[in-house]
């Protein structure tokens, strides 16, 4: 089988181009500011698509992924990189994304059987490999230092654990993220992941790490890397369990919806892309909670920033949505010069607004829902209620905008992407039904583990000098 293949990426705003799948994996973010995209979109007619069926997770992703990486990693190499991500050590559940009826023609899609328990390690599990085997082939070795409020800081934790050539700095606002959270982050034995708790806020952890990378010569000097949500590599690795569900349930015979619980549009650009590529989705729903830029832009055509609120479902409480870009790029015909306008006008007023017919062409492409905490407790405890599944806050977000859409086309198979573990949220849980969730045995363990972590002051020069003293620098 071949899919054809497109190994080049341009920023969407037009400033680079002809990059190969690993510069792009490398660098995160295109030098003028834009994020990559391929130049060609691989595609998959009826007859390859056939021929995925049966195909087990690691083999599929072989088929999807191939062609966006190219010559860059050799074909056998590729696989056992697969195959060890997508292998029963990493993930609990053998089928990887397993589907679970809840209705008629609905079906959960279970994203979190990786290590942290969020769909976050279907993308990261593979990027920590993929950089890990690029870095031995040029001999090099990076410092990855991020910030976290809590979930992206365990999943890339443990993303770089196994890692030969990456040092892993995490630093968390002290007594600020949940215990479960910071037990996910301190509880990892290796000898290249470090904890910092910082005397501070999520805010003073950020403008540490903007900080560390504004200092060119310490980026240089301990060859600073970050692993941001916006690498290309995290869209590719997601495309496959869209194809895992669809062809479970009939493509490409038979057309199937998804609804995706949204913050940085990652995730539901990766079912985007899918579609791009062949795959019939026939709805493909954005779901947001209370922060709802992404669904008033679908109403009114305009995007515009406002503050965020803190919700039941914490990991899409955002600002804006910076995968976004990608889509806007595609929606303008890949035109980098209006492109550029557009995000040059957001910096500026925090706003931008699309014509009619931009927006006829963005509704025909996407279905738009909000949910309020309380729609979102009353989802869990109906979920519960009827079909003694418990989903966490944010599947019962996406499972929200979920049933409008299936109001409207009742024939199509609908699947929501459960994207956390419910035991991540035992207090909305408690909240929803009136008791905690099962305790997950993941999560029990790290309970009782020893915590590794450095408190330091809120100060960049004591950061700076932790990390050049630590032992592998
Ligand atoms: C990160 C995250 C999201 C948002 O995903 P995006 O790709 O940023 O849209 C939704 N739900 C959970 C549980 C998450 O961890």
Redesign the pocket.
Known sequence: MSITASTKYVSTRGGDQDRSFTDVLMSGMAPDGGLYIPDVWPSVDHGLMSRLHGLSYPDLAMQIIKPFIGNDIPNDVLLRILEETYSGDNFTHTAMAPLTQVGPNAWIMELFHGPTL???DYALQLLGRLFDYVLEQKGERITIVGATSG?TGSAAIEACRNCKNIDIFILHPQGRTSEVQRRQMTTVEAPNVFNVAINGTFDDCQNIVKAMFADEKLRKDIKLSAVN?INWARIMAQMVYYFSAALSLGAPDRPVSFTV????????FAGWSARRMGLPIHKLGIATNRNDILTRFFESGEMKMEGVMPSLSP??DIQISSNFERYLCELLGCNHKALGGYMGEFKASQSFKLDAEKMAKANSEFVAKRCSDLETMDMIKTCYGETGILIDP?TAVAMHGAMDIMAQDPTVPMVVLA??HPAKFPQAIKQAIGKEPPEDPRLAAIMSKAEHYTPIANDVAKVVSFVKNSPNI
Do not use: I, L, R
Not at 261 to 268: A, E, L, S
């Open positions: 969020s769909f976050k979930d949500s619980p949204t913050g940085n549009f990652g995730n539901v990991s899409m944010h994207c956390a």
